[in-house]
């Protein structure tokens, strides 16, 4: 589960006064309180970055498993995302929206906002955000990004989406995500640059 800020801060801040307090009972014979040891307050990004590492280490993701509804690592990332799509209603295996929707949560603790468009699907993603001027779109890759696939060759219904984990220097990205190729398999691959632009043409949304 994730930390609430204040309580994190206060076990990172007690975890350290007590590593301290052996250190100084060492090298010292004068009985100290752990209360007369005065450590800086760790700093909100600092919370926010272990906040993020704690959801993480919790919930990691096998390529090549289908995670059905019944998995705990499925039927906790809706619990984190408030099952957004209504798919842990509906029992459906772990979808590619949700799992995106996920992974801008932990990566970037950014809750994405959504309008009234119906539906969500993933290919439909950059041109719901860029109608309601909500994120902006990118024609070329960033990290961090959802990749819209969104292309009649496709050969997908709906499209897909995936979050882009990193971009190479040729132009290539590498992916995670959920419901490749089918029934809830996770996923992580590198799309060569012709096949993302021509192939799946993939639009990009920054969310941050």
């Known amino acids: 589960m994730t930390w609430p800020t204040k309580k994190l801060g ?3 801040e007690g975890f350290f006064k007590s590593l301290v307090l052996l250190f100084v009972r060492k090298e010292s014979k004068t009985p100290i309180e752990i209360d007369e040891i005065k450590l800086p307050k760790p700093t909100t990004d600092e919370v926010k970055e272990t906040t993020i590492e704690v959801v993480e280490q919790i919930l990691q993701f096998v390529k090549g498993t ?7 690592n499925v039927k906790k990332l809706r619990e984190l995302i408030g099952d957004e799509f209504g798919l842990g209603k509906s029992c459906d295996y772990l979808n590619c929206t949700e799992y995106v929707q996920f992974r801008v949560k932990q990566k970037l603790d950014i809750d994405i906002k959504w309008p009234q468009d119906r539906p969500r699907h993933g290919g439909l993603w950059a041109s719901i955000f860029e109608k309601n001027n909500l994120y902006k779109i990118l024609e070329e890759p960033q990290i961090n990004c959802a ?6 060759t496709f050969n997908v219904p709906y499209g897909h989406v995936a979050f882009v984990e990193e971009v190479m220097p040729d132009g290539s990205i590498k992916v995670s995500e959920a419901n ?7 996923n992580e691959r590198t799309i060569g640059k012709e096949k993302w632009q021509n192939t799946y043409g993939a639009k990009f949304i920054d969310f941050s």
Do not use: T
């Not at 289908?66 to 705990?72: E, I, T």
């Open 10 to 12: 206060e076990l990172i």
């Open 66 to 72: 289908a995670y059905l509804v019944d998995n705990p």
């Open 147 to 152: 990749a819209s696939f969104a292309s009649p």
């Open 180 to 186: 490749w190729p089918k029934n809830g398999i996770y």
